[in-house]
């Protein structure tokens, strides 16, 4: 069996989905489900929750058995896949605290983006003024600018002056998805 890499930005992009987190919610209070009953329970086609389902697997945020002609799925992360048991972990906290979708999202967003993911990494040792920044990650200034907001806004970075820096976080999914973004 080939073992799956997918980036972060892919799999940031994946759960800032309001119908794959509710799958994934469903999942988190069930245990293991047929597609067709996910499907049903959250209010989705048979075709729209499997092309979902399916995003989530390829993620590692899944796990899918099939049984004759049904398959089922179960929220248990792919130990094969870099961060996936972390980030998991963190949005079955996320799910038992009643954290709104719309907030998990607002947070995936940060790293839905390369070049976010490659700004984190630059920062990863030390603050820099933005001007090294750009240098460092080849990303133009204005580029940089749009980025660094972005990530300030979710809580990530920090920016005084010209000098920007990493946040350190607390909370279990901004945490898992800073540790994936630095490694």
């Known amino acids: 069996m080939e073992k799956l890499r997918p980036t972060l930005w892919r799999t940031c992009r994946a759960i800032s989905d309001e119908s794959r987190l509710k799958l994934l919610w469903r999942l988190m209070q069930e245990g293991e489900m047929s597609m067709t009953q996910l499907a049903q329970s959250v209010g989705l086609s048979s075709p729209n929750a499997s092309k979902h389902l399916r995003i989530l697997n390829s993620r590692g945020l899944l796990k899918a058995d099939r049984r004759g002609l049904y398959l089922f ?91 920007v820096w990493l946040e350190e976080q607390k909370k279990p999914l901004e945490k898992a998805l800073l540790d994936a973004a630095l490694s």
């Open 73 to 163: 799925y179960s929220a248990e992360p792919n130990a094969g896949v870099d961060h996936a048991p972390e980030l998991l972990e963190a949005l079955c906290t996320c799910q038992a605290n009643a954290v709104s979708y719309s907030e998990v999202i607002r947070l995936a967003t940060a790293f839905t983006h390369l070049r976010r993911v490659a700004i984190v990494r630059a920062l990863k040792n030390a603050a820099m003024p933005e001007a090294a920044l750009s240098i460092a990650t080849h990303i133009s200034p204005e580029s940089l600018y749009r980025h660094i907001r972005k990530l300030e806004s979710r809580g990530f970075v920090k920016k005084e002056g010209e000098r």
